[in-house]
């Protein structure tokens, strides 16, 4: 096997299904920037694969006998604040475009998802973006789950911690949860991308999230989106 540098993204998976782990260690093997480095074939195996292997991506199935992809995911999310290390990017795969496991995954610490029939490409594309830092999801496909399954009326809900946010912040926060990418803010606001990116980041780390998704699953469940 070829040997880790700084550049490559290493990769696990877990999924019930051995055929399907079988392509997809192939494909993902296939790619000079990424490097396979482990399997399992259900949640809890997954838990201890995560540990093992320390992946910067891992792709997760949520149906799996045993631990689900929901729980294994809180547990490895979980796992990694409990030692103070950072958590792996986990990419959920789903069959379904509307799937409420797929929020409750990202509600659970996963970074967007993924369907099992998505072309190769895009599936290659999506480590690669997630481990960036980046969401794989378009926010309007993240709220229409959210607005799907969490439909129900409820009332505005501000935690503590929305308080901490300045004016500026608030309005970063607004648009963001919009769905507006960072240069799109930066044009309608009249700001630089750099500029934008740090009023995200500040936000992010007030309200203790780990990236854009889960600021979307945060701006729904409270029902801060004006």
Excluded: C, W, Y
């Amino acid at each position: 096997m070829t040997p880790t540098t700084t550049s490559t993204i290493r990769v696990g998976l877990v999924d019930d299904q051995a055929l399907f782990r079988t392509g997809i260690r192939m494909l993902v093997s296939s790619q000079p920037d990424l490097e396979f480095v482990g399997e399992a074939g259900n949640g809890a195996d997954g838990v201890l694969m995560a540990a093992s292997a320390r992946p910067d991506v891992i792709l997760m199935d949520i149906r799996m006998p045993g631990m689900d992809g929901i729980a294994a995911t809180a547990e490895i999310v979980a796992s990694a604040d409990r030692t103070g290390t950072a958590p792996p990017r986990i990419l959920v795969l789903t069959t379904f475009d509307l799937d409420e496991s797929a929020a409750r995954a990202i509600r659970s610490g996963a970074s967007g998802f993924v369907l099992k029939d998505a072309d190769p490409e895009f599936l290659l594309a999506a480590i690669r973006t997630v481990h960036a830092g980046n969401s794989v999801i378009a926010a309007s496909a993240t709220k229409e789950l959210l607005e799907h399954f969490d439909s129900r009326s409820a009332p505005r809900s501000e935690p503590e911690s929305f308080g901490s946010l300045t004016a500026r912040e608030r309005d970063i926060f607004q648009l963001a949860a919009r769905g507006l990418s960072n240069a799109e803010i930066a044009a309608g606001e009249f700001l630089s991308e750099a500029t934008v990116k740090t009023h995200v980041s500040r936000v992010l780390a007030k309200l203790g999230l780990r990236d854009r998704v889960q600021l979307v699953v945060f701006a729904f469940e409270h029902r801060l989106v004006e």
